[in-house]
């Protein structure tokens, strides 16, 4: 893949994340969630997929009410709002879209959990986060950020004892595929061409960074099969939803859904989705005496 600083990635990531929230109302869920569902059964419907893989993730944390909670790469909001509005926690949501952040703020405001949400814009990498926090959630964020071993130290360092990571990515399903696939032109009109910026490196990549950070692994599920349903949905969205798409950001359908089309196409035979989860059970690196 193209090596990025991780300024370079931060405004080359940007030029997807700060496209309008109507042209991702046109084919994502209501609460705009722009990663992974959860199916529990053949009869679920996209927008009950999203909320219960929130719950999902608020289980994995093994969140009860009240934490604090930093959400890298938050997005339209779908997880900072749920868990404000959900589990009463104290969200800091950071995302380097400041079309997102005004979204954000105004839903926020809307839902009455304003007080709860503290918004912070720019790269995560670059950015100053205040405070011990009781748990972390990266969802398909880490994907973008170059020094994704920086990036889980300072994870690392804003946790308390005890503290909770929840991460979810998308990966080739091993450094051969990633070696073979990463450059063709199909994943590359993906990681460079929609998102600027994506490397979608093997799990066992993701692990080593996780445990070289300080963290212990606690639980990994495999969530492919979720996702390429997702993308199934997100795709017959567009489809019905060119037209306003096209009122919205002229030009964008076409390469929207070859994008998801190309997604869904690799799944189980190229790539893959994980979702993990972590503890800060013992001293990080640079805590060690």
Request: contains cysteine; charged residues 20%; glycine residues 8%.
């Amino acid at each position: 893949m193209i090596t990025l600083t991780p300024q370079e990635a931060f405004q080359a990531t940007n030029q997807h994340y700060e496209l309008p929230a109507e042209l991702f109302a046109a084919y994502l869920d209501r609460r705009l969630k722009y990663s992974s569902g959860l199916y529990t059964t053949q009869d679920t419907d996209l927008d009950q997929a999203q909320t219960d893989k929130l719950r999902f993730v608020a289980g994995r944390l093994g969140l009860t009410g009240g934490e604090r909670l930093l959400d890298i790469g938050c997005g339209w909001g779908s997880l900072t709002l749920f868990m404000a509005q959900e589990y009463g926690c104290q969200v800091t949501g950071v995302t380097p879209s400041r079309p997102q952040i005004e979204y954000l703020r105004a839903q926020a405001e809307k839902a009455g959990v304003a007080e709860l949400i503290t918004l912070t814009h720019g790269a995560f990498t670059d950015v100053e986060v205040a405070g011990v926090y009781d748990a972390v959630t990266m969802l398909g964020s880490i994907v973008h950020m170059p020094d994704r071993g920086t990036v889980l130290r300072k994870v690392h360092e804003l946790l308390r004892r005890g503290g909770s990571l929840y991460l979810s990515e998308s990966c080739f399903r091993n450094h051969a595929a990633y070696e073979e696939f990463s450059r063709r032109p199909g994943t590359r009109h993906v990681t460079e061409n929609i998102f600027g910026f994506a490397d979608m490196v093997p799990l066992s990549t993701l692990v080593e960074a996780v445990e070289s950070a300080g963290f212990s692994l606690t639980a990994l599920s495999d969530l492919t099969a979720h996702y390429h349903r997702t993308i199934q949905d997100w795709e017959e969205r567009a489809h019905a939803a060119r037209d306003r798409i096209e009122r919205v950001a002229p030009g964008m359908s076409e390469p929207l859904i070859r994008y998801l089309r190309t997604a869904n196409a690799g799944w189980g035979y190229t790539t893959k989705h994980y979702a993990l989860s972590a503890l800060k059970s013992r001293m990080g690196p640079a805590e060690a005496p």
